[in-house]
């Protein structure tokens, strides 16, 4: 891409060699590359589901690594308002499995919200899209913390939840949960939990 005098970056003009989508919404031939590569799962383990066989209804849909490949996904695939009851999507670093039991995963907490379904569906959509953005965008200030996100469809409501690789440091995860609400629009209390305090009922928690 040309540089300026004021060493700001241009927008190329039709004759450079990159063509991005600003130029050519459709013939581009440069993409935005993001920090990572991300994967995003899909599962809906219904009823019989339990913790020895959950991991067989997970489906892992497709791996991108662009600004522009991220789009291409979040407007092929259903809206969260549209999936049924049980659904879960999973946006996680790729190489990272969306299960406790990952290594990443394994000494990690999630913070996560309940929102109820007489929010409109707009709005949750839209807090999906901002969590799964400040993911994809590295947003937080301890980057490598985070795994993945997840929203889980629920008969009475939608969760949000973002997951970290470690759950013993308080001020990474107040940091991580502080952005999470300011970048996503999450309005309400979020708690945060180890994955092995969650597995258990009751255990500590913290908020913000
Ligand atoms: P959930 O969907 O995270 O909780 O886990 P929820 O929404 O409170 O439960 P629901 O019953 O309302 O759907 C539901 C169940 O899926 C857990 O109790 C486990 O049996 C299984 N499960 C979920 N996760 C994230 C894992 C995982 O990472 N590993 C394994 N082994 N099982 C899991």
Not at 114 to 142: H, S, V
Request: hydrophobic share 35%.
């Amino acid at each position: 891409m040309a540089q300026t005098d004021n060493n700001t970056l241009a927008v190329p003009s039709s004759d450079d060699k990159y063509v991005t989508v600003f130029n050519d919404p459709v013939n581009f031939n440069a993409k935005h590359p993001l920090h990572n590569s991300w994967t995003l799962w899909f599962d809906n383990p219904g009823k019989k589901s339990n913790s020895n066989n959950w991991e067989q209804s997970l489906k892992e849909l497709i791996t991108f690594d662009t600004v522009e490949d991220f789009w291409g996904v979040y407007n092929n695939v259903m809206k969260t308002c549209d999936l049924s009851i049980s659904s879960n999507y999973h946006l996680f670093k790729q190489g990272i499995k969306p299960m406790w039991e990952d290594a990443a995963n394994k000494r990690g907490g999630k913070w996560s919200i309940q929102l109820p379904r007489n929010k409109t569906m707009a709005e949750i959509d839209n807090i999906w899209l901002f969590t799964m953005l400040a993911c994809i965008g590295e947003a937080f200030e301890y980057e490598n913390e985070v795994c993945g996100a997840v929203v889980s469809v629920r008969k009475g409501f939608f969760r949000i939840s973002l997951w970290t690789r470690s759950s013993d440091n308080q001020e990474m995860a107040m940091s991580i949960g502080r952005t999470l609400k300011k970048n996503s629009g999450i309005e309400g209390v979020m708690e945060f939990q180890s994955h092995h305090e969650s597995t258990k009922t009751g255990g500590k928690a913290w908020t913000v």
